[in-house]
């Protein structure tokens, strides 16, 4: 009984927790976005029952509606317009342009930031934590450092990877794996319960690339 209870948790559990964490992130946003949906035009308004997800799909719409609109030049100019008055206010201005660097950097599709996963010997010596390598020092953060070329690496805590550390290491002791972030996020949630893929055997010989501190700045 007790195996076959065990079983039956593994295969209930993660469907359950799947299907939750769905339903809960849609509720998330319908509550944002319905409340701005006109009521002609919201199926919950005539409907005998709510219909999930509407404000999911009113978001995507509007966000793919928002992107065509401003790929042209009249939607640049709009864009432009009020990044200027922005621009005008002292404590948004900086909040502003730092959250729209963030969206630019992580999003933009020829971007290696968050798409590359290192090894580094942090906190300690013969001590090594898995690493998101980021951007490469730049301007005043790399006048600051030694004249060797520096990445900045994140180091996520485990078992939330969105809390950490931001650290500035030598790009010659950072270790490029060969993990997905998709697989790094899982091992840092399951606390190395999870373990990446195994390696092609055509793979093996090859050995974990530096990260070459130039080659990082080019990309």
């Avoid at 849609?26 to 919201?42: F, H, R, S, T």
């Avoid at 029952?49 to 790929?71: D, E, R, S, Y």
């Avoid at 600051?144 to 690496?153: E, I, M, Q, R, Y």
Wanted: charged share 15%.
């Amino acid at each position: 009984m007790r195996t076959y209870f065990l079983t039956g948790l593994v295969v209930a559990g993660p469907v359950a927790i799947t299907i939750w964490l769905t339903l809960w992130l849609i509720g998330m946003i319908d509550g944002w976005v319905k409340p701005l949906i006109p009521q002609a035009w919201n199926p919950n308004s005539y409907l005998p029952v709510a219909v999930p997800g509407v404000g999911v799909l009113a978001a995507v719409i509007g966000l793919t509606i928002l992107g065509f609109l401003t790929a042209n030049l009249v939607g640049r100019a709009v864009v432009q317009s009020g990044e200027q008055v922005l621009n005008r206010m002292p404590i948004v201005r900086s909040l502003y342009k730092g959250v729209k660097q963030i969206f630019e950097t992580v999003f933009k599709q020829d971007g290696t930031s968050f798409r590359r996963v290192g090894l580094i010997e942090w906190p300690g010596p013969g001590l090594w934590s898995l690493c998101f390598i980021t951007e490469p020092a730049r301007g005043a953060l790399a006048a600051g450092l030694p004249s060797t070329d520096h990445v900045c690496v994140f180091v996520p805590c485990t078992p939330n990877p969105t809390t950490g550390y931001l650290v500035m290491m030598e790009a010659s002791k950072v270790t490029e794996i060969g993990v997905t972030t998709d697989e790094a996020f899982k091992l840092i949630m399951s606390m190395g319960i999870i373990q990446p893929r195994e390696t092609p055997a055509a793979q093996l010989a090859e050995p974990p690339q530096r990260i070459d501190g130039s080659s990082l700045a080019a990309e």
